[in-house]
């Protein structure tokens, strides 16, 4: 199942579809349990209700990028060798990863080279380099143009790249390679994106009224703690919103209430960071912080008896999935490590890196872009009888403008790659360059979905850029391994979740504006994006 935000049609209605089987239609589904909101002078009713929803063509079939990087090299553009080297073997990679880390930051890293090369395709190295990653040579690309053949599997594995050019230790996941680490040629990856599907239209019910209920409670902890101390730290809350809205929508618990009570996050978070702690810059002495965590792979055991009881959770609060995963020909034991990874790593470390960057971009936007979100989220709920359904979440354009917006300037997953399958041709909009067979692709996100050759002001946040025309820029946007107009399949990488985190997002927006005026932030760094402190808040007085 994929939580679709898009049609063919001008209106883009969020609506939910359920994979069949392989080369069968797909079947359409309803999303029931609408929320009712504190509008004065609304009653209160709960009524099932189904969105609008377009044809669809098979699940099967998985659509190729509508970039021109799929397509034959154009013959006005000129064929040359792919610029840039590795330099000298081991002290290349050491220097490119000082530079990265430490001397310039990836930011300048990548712009220093482009003016270097004067092009957005080059030859460089890419951390972690020695000794975790055996090659750390990658054809880096940096423009929208380029950047979307790393979602053609006809042209690139994905196979143990998901991490970039070293993979975590199976120790961290059961001794298992999960979905993320799998090429859709691999027979267990359509079995386990199936069962992903599966979870996610099991929920369908949950969804809305689950996420009122925790993200109630995370405004109510923000308020209280701005009452208090005149600030409130939004971080810490919406981990535990988070995590505690994933278990109550897809598996039915509430973590509180049972032996993982509120660890989830904290579990969470030291079991990711040691996955891509290579990866990372923690803000240690450089020397000391490049010896401990850039040179040697920690231990997996160090999160052993943490991971322990997470999948404890997982196992028993996922049984009916788990059940559903037997009947797929996927042993329990896998299916629920794949669940726990797709929940805790993909689900809720997208929600974790994404939702203080909705914040940060709309508190920034300022009091006038603050009004117009509110203006429509109360009309369109109004106008559903109170209620945030679907349905009037398809009258909210605005809402879904600024989604797309904080998806296109701050991609969840800011870095992609894929090994070339065959020896091809890949255009930028200045040329055309030929890879090998074997090479190593590598794209930086934030780079290619603010290319000014494709976006106006691409730099900028511009709240109502997706709206009427600017719908046909939706194809540039691509944080979630595919174009956000194409659909997540069993045989594409196309995260599977694509369309329920799109939903989750919009979800915050309405809460947030259902619930405020206005309200004012501010911002600084954290390991994993950007940490948002609440500074003041203007409750809805319309």
Request: glycine share 6%; aromatic share 12%.
């Amino acid at each position: 199942m994929a939580f679709s935000c898009f049609s063919s049609q001008n209106t883009f209605p969020l609506q939910l579809q359920l994979n069949g089987q392989m080369g069968s239609p797909s079947t359409l589904l309803q999303l029931h349990a609408p929320v009712k909101r504190a509008i004065p002078n609304l009653r209160f009713s709960v009524r099932p209700i189904s969105a609008s929803i377009s044809d669809r063509p098979p699940a099967s079939v998985a659509p190729l990028p509508s970039t021109s990087s799929s397509t034959a090299a154009s013959p006005d553009l000129p064929v040359l060798k792919i610029p840039g080297d590795y330099g000298l073997p081991f002290i290349g990679a050491i220097k490119d990863r000082w530079d990265y880390f430490y001397n310039q930051g990836a930011n300048d890293f990548f712009k220093s080279r482009v003016l270097k090369y004067q092009s957005t395709v080059f030859r460089s190295n890419m951390p972690p380099g020695p000794f975790i990653a055996s090659n750390p040579e990658v054809i880096v690309l940096l423009d929208g143009k380029s950047f979307p053949v790393l979602f053609d599997v006809s042209k690139v594995e994905k196979k143990d790249v998901f991490s970039g050019t070293y993979m975590p230790s199976t120790e961290l996941t059961g001794g298992y390679r999960t979905l993320s680490y799998l090429d859709p040629s691999e027979p267990n990856h359509a079995k386990l994106k199936k069962l992903l599907f599966f979870l996610l239209q099991s929920c369908r019910d949950k969804v809305i009224p689950e996420f009122h209920s925790t993200f109630t409670q995370l405004f109510e902890t923000l308020e209280s703690e701005l009452a208090a101390k005149g600030k409130a730290e939004f971080g810490t809350p919406n981990d535990q919103a988070s995590f505690n809205f994933l278990a109550r929508a897809f598996y039915g618990v509430n973590p509180v209430d049972t032996k993982l009570g509120k660890d989830g996050p904290t579990l969470i978070g030291k079991w990711v960071l040691l996955q891509l702690v290579p990866l990372l810059k923690l803000g240690l002495p450089p020397l000391l912080e490049d010896l401990l965590l850039h040179t040697f792979r920690l231990p997996p055991f160090l999160v052993k008896s943490d991971y322990k009881r997470l999948y404890d959770f997982f196992y028993e609060a996922s049984a009916p999935i788990l059940d559903e995963g037997e009947k797929m020909g996927i042993q329990r034991e896998e299916a629920c490590h794949n669940l726990l990874f797709s929940t805790c790593f993909n689900s809720f470390g997208g929600m974790k890196i994404l939702f203080p960057s909705i914040l940060k971009l709309i508190g920034r936007a300022g009091v006038k872009v603050h009004k117009r979100l509110a203006e429509e989220i109360r009309s369109a709920v109004k106008s559903n009888g109170g209620k945030v359904t679907m349905m009037a979440m398809e009258q909210m354009p605005l809402t879904k403008s600024v989604v797309y917006e904080t998806f296109r300037l701050e991609p969840p997953v800011a870095l992609q790659y894929g090994k070339a399958k065959k020896d091809f041709e890949i255009e930028s909009h200045d040329a055309t360059f030929k890879v090998k067979e074997g090479e190593m692709l590598f794209g930086y996100q934030p780079f290619a979905t603010k290319d000014t050759k494709i976006f106006d002001k691409g730099e900028e946040f511009v709240a109502d850029r997706f709206m009427g025309e600017g719908e046909k820029l939706l194809k540039h946007v691509l944080w979630s391994n595919g174009p956000e107009t194409e659909n997540p399949t069993l045989e594409n990488k196309q995260c599977a979740g694509k369309n329920f985190v799109v939903l989750m997002a919009r979800l915050l927006v309405v809460e947030l504006f259902m619930r405020y005026d206005s309200f004012e932030i501010e911002v600084g760094t954290s390991v994993l994006g950007s940490s948002v402190t609440v500074t003041s808040v203007k409750k809805a007085s319309f």
